[in-house]
T-cell receptor, first 109, second 115 residues
Framework: DQQVKQNSPSLSVQEGRISILNCDYT??????FLWYKKYPAEGPTFLIS?????DKNEDGRFTVFLNKSAKHLSLHIVPSQPGDSAVYFC????????FGTGTSLTVIP | EAGVAQSPRYKIIEKRQSVAFWCNPI?????LYWYQQILGQGPKLLIQ??????VDDSQLPKDRFSAERLKGVDSTLKIQPAKLEDSAVYLC???WGQGSGNTIYFGEGSWLTVV
């Protein structure tokens, strides 16, 4: 019962362009959403979050958009940098946190 | 502020042996989590503590896995006996409280290989 899905296992983007990572969820009771970034051999690092009462949250180059009617959230990174190359996990929480399977982003210099 | 500390970082054991992982959460964080992450998958919750009490251990294979957080601070996760399919990264995480609105912070993980 995968309640949070990231359907794109990988994404390649040119440096300076926009990276868009997508995430879908099934449980309408989720009310807090987070994105984590993970480098090889390290634990996931918190990146940005959004409450269900908002539809957008921005932090520097990172913006998360939430579409509750579609049960969809996305992470926009602009401009993308080579150091952004990592695996990105989305997570949703109600009483518990549920994680997607991750999208591996490669930013090509 | 120190992050979530985990040890050991890497462990290789033979099947049927035992292993223990230790975690010290961020100071003041009441909620502590152990996740299992298998290659290519997202983290899966094994057990969640609130202070020294278990909140959720529904996905913990209790015939072989055990965890404790006796004093409500650091925690130990044990696997005995280990199986090949236990090869994974064991992530400890913590948060101020439980439930929605809390952000969880992960340690660097303990990488287990069972041969």
């Amino acid at each position: 019962d995968q309640q949070v899905k990231q359907n794109s296992p990988s994404l390649s983007v040119q440096e300076g362009r926009i990276s868009i990572l997508n995430c879908d969820y099934t449980n309408s009771m989720f009310d807090y959403f987070l994105w984590y970034k993970k480098y090889p051999a390290e634990g996931p690092t918190f990146l940005i979050s959004i409450s269900s009462i908002k539809d957008k949250n921005e932090d520097g180059r990172f913006t998360v958009f939430l579409n509750k009617s579609a049960k969809h959230l996305s992470l926009h990174i602009v401009p993308s940098q080579p150091g952004d190359s990592a695996v990105y996990f989305c997570a949703a929480s109600g009483n518990q946190f549920y994680f997607g399977t991750g999208t591996s982003l490669t930013v090509i210099p | 502020e120190a992050g979530v500390a985990q040890s050991p970082r890497y462990k290789i054991i033979e099947k049927r042996q035992s292993v223990a992982f230790w975690c010290n959460p961020i100071s003041g964080h009441a909620t502590l989590y152990w996740y299992q992450q298998i290659l290519g998958q997202g983290p899966k919750l094994l057990i969640q503590f609130q202070n020294n009490g278990v909140v959720d251990d529904s996905q913990l294979p209790k015939d072989r896995f055990s965890a404790e957080r006796l004093k409500g601070v650091d925690s130990t996760l044990k696997i005995q006996p280990a199986k090949l399919e236990d090869s994974a990264v064991y992530l400890c995480a913590s948060s101020w409280g439980q439930g929605s609105g809390n952000t969880i912070y992960f340690g660097e993980g303990s990488w287990l290989t069972v041969v």
